[in-house]
């Protein structure tokens, strides 16, 4: 059965950081990219970032170079590293599972055939 799992959200001040996990089961995740996505109220779902089973990272022009996606196939987890936290940034953000090993095109939530619950993630001061 596939799950996906997410955790490591929380309240952050601007400035600070912090790490998402995304714990994935019933697939390996060599064959399927992943994405992490973000919704804040009132807003549509956006793309953050897309990893590809390679290794190859795609990232939001309002994220690159702060956030960092990674992966370990050991513990079969996606990961979200996210720095220079800024209060835009607050939203509950999601992982889920491209159809394919590809990111081309990750923001269209129509992509992907399974989703995480979500984790909040806010940053105040």
């Known amino acids: 059965q596939v799950q996906l799992v997410e955790s490591g959200g929380g309240l952050v001040q601007p400035g600070g950081s912090l790490r998402l996990s995304c714990a994935a089961s019933g697939f390996p995740l060599d064959y399927y990219a992943i994405s992490w996505f973000r919704q804040a109220p009132g807003k549509e779902r956006e793309g953050v970032s897309c990893l590809t089973g390679s290794y190859i990272p795609l990232y939001a022009d309002s994220v ?22 800024k209060p835009e940034d607050t939203a509950v953000y999601y992982c889920a599972r491209r159809r394919s090993n590809y990111c081309t095109g990750y923001g269209s939530v129509s992509g992907y055939d399974y989703w995480g619950q979500g984790t909040q993630v806010t940053v105040s001061s």
Request: proline share 0%; aromatic share 10%.
């Open 64 to 85: 690159r170079g702060r956030f960092t996606i990674s992966r370990d196939n050991a513990k079969n987890t996606v990961y979200l590293q996210m720095n220079s936290l």
